[in-house]
């Protein structure tokens, strides 16, 4: 795997006293870093999508937490601010769980910070060893389809599902690569393919409206996504609109994959119909870049997550290994 070539951009970066981020916001348009310098900045920085994406999160959390250390600030009303900037990302509160036990053994500043470059480090030789498993489902001469952002820019470095399509394009199985735009945000449109265009990855946009369309032609023979939580029976939340790519992805004959690290993986939790999901300003929907676009007076609904039955997924992919047909007993075989 040349990894020079696929995974040279890091997100989320520890700056020994503060933490650096690029501002995901003004992608692709500008590449623009924020320093957050205390736990409240990186607080607002997730809450306002500055770094998103479930395993990055938890990262910057994690980090957020070594700035409250370092100032002698009070440390369980930080893990709490940090812990409420997003409800339904479980690596948020893994990360933060993971902090507070070593906080427990009394460990200092310097700890702390080891513990969260672990949180980071572990979290990219994850995504590496999800790409070469979820990479060797795929058969020669396939197309995939993607959504939202699942890449360098949401985790540690490579990527979940898009380290999958980037190890599948390096060996070869994969020829044709397709990603949704995501409204309202437009991940896919402003992130992923600034991921793919990077690396020079041949990749076609669609709009997310055209993807059952996409799936009829033949040209593609998985859907590969990530994940915010994955509950115990295999039931899985991830961006808004992955639940309609699932049902019809079963209705044209196509796979459906999804990947993310152990740590999304959420056993205290038995199914997909008791996570949290969050509700975002309307406004997200009735603008386009903080520009109006819907009539004044106009409402609108703006869940940012669903949940896709594990009924509907062939296969999820965690650095564990592969869990094919999950359910709750295939699940608890693996985690417990």
């Known amino acids: 795997m040349d990894y020079e070539r696929y995974d040279r951009i890091r997100a989320v970066q520890w700056c020994g006293d503060y933490l650096r981020l690029l501002d995901q916001r003004l992608l692709p348009q500008q590449e623009q870093w924020i320093e957050c310098r205390d736990a409240s900045a990186v607080t607002q920085a997730i809450r306002d999508l500055v770094v998103r994406g479930a395993p990055a999160i938890g990262i910057a959390a994690a980090w957020g937490v070594v700035l409250a250390a370092q100032q002698a600030q009070p440390l369980e009303p930080a893990l709490a601010m940090l812990r409420a900037a997003r409800p339904t990302a479980v690596n948020l509160m893994w990360a933060l769980d993971r902090m507070k036990s070593r906080i427990e053994t009394g460990n200092d500043a310097a700890g702390l910070a080891l513990e969260a470059q672990a949180i ?174 819907v009539v004044e007076g106009a409402q609108a609904w703006n869940p940012v997550f669903d949940v896709t039955p594990a009924s509907l997924i062939d296969a999820i992919v965690t650095e564990r290994g592969v869990i094919e047909q999950p359910d709750e007993t295939a699940m608890r075989k693996v985690f417990g």
């Open 120 to 293: 980071q480090d572990e979290d990219l030789a994850a995504n590496r060893r999800m790409g070469e498993l979820g990479a060797a489902l795929i058969a020669p001469h396939s197309g995939v389809l993607t959504h939202c952002n699942t890449g360098s820019l949401a985790t540690a470095g490579f990527g979940t599902a898009l380290g999958v399509i980037r190890a599948g394009v390096a060996a070869g199985s994969i020829e044709r690569v397709y990603a949704g735009e995501t409204r309202p945000w437009q991940q896919g449109a402003r992130l992923t393919m600034y991921e793919l265009v990077r690396d020079g990855i041949p990749a076609q946009l669609i709009a997310d409206s055209a993807a059952a369309h996409l799936m009829r032609s033949g040209a593609v023979q998985w859907v590969i996504v990530g994940a915010d939580r994955i509950a115990a029976n295999g039931d899985t939340a991830n961006k808004i609109g992955t639940y309609q790519l699932a049902i019809a992805a079963r209705h044209h004959g196509v796979k459906f994959m999804v990947v993310a690290p152990s740590s999304t993986v959420d056993m205290a939790t038995s199914s997909g119909e008791v996570i949290e999901i969050e509700l975002r300003d309307p406004a997200e929907l009735l603008s386009t870049a903080g520009r109006r676009t």
